[in-house]
């Protein structure tokens, strides 16, 4: 089962601060999440509706979804939000909430983790 799935709007695409990095913004309404995506494997267009999923066993997924795994390695309150992080060996998803992901007992501190992003649309 899942840790977190949710129904997502892509609300941007900018670029990132490297060449060929895309930085995916993501509103998923009680939280929200910004994923690094190179160009060559972004499939993501803004208004796309997605199912955010983060998962410590590999969930099912298709070619056009977009799933990677990694490591929860941080977590901090910064003003009245939880800031985690996720490394995807490189590429960072940033999640923003109210109540965060280790402090509320979702995920532990260096779990392997799943990361998938399924089109809706």
Same mark, same amino acid.
Request: net charge negative; charged share 20%; hydrophobic share 40%.
């Given at each position: ?23 995916? /913004?993501?509103?998923?309404? #009680? =939280?929200? @999440?910004?994923?690094? $995506?190179?160009? %060559? ?18 969930? /099912?997924?298709?070619?056009? #979804? =977009?799933? @990677?795994?990694?490591? $929860?390695?941080? %977590? ?30 979702? $995920? ?14």
């Amino acid at each position: 089962m899942p840790a977190i799935e949710k129904e997502c709007k892509v609300i941007s695409k900018v670029p990132g601060s490297l060449k060929g990095l895309k930085l995916l /913004n993501l509103d998923c309404g #009680d =939280f929200t @999440a910004t994923v690094d $995506l190179v160009q %060559e494997i972004d499939i993501f267009d803004e208004g796309n509706e997605v199912v955010f999923v983060v998962s410590r066993d590999k969930p /099912n997924y298709t070619p056009n #979804d =977009f799933c @990677a795994h990694g490591y $929860l390695f941080y %977590e901090k309150k910064s003003d009245n939000a939880f800031v985690s992080l996720i490394s995807l060996y490189g590429l960072l998803v940033k999640i923003v909430s109210n109540s965060g992901i280790t402090s509320s007992g979702i $995920l532990n501190m260096m779990d392997h983790v799943y990361v998938c992003i399924k089109k809706l649309n």
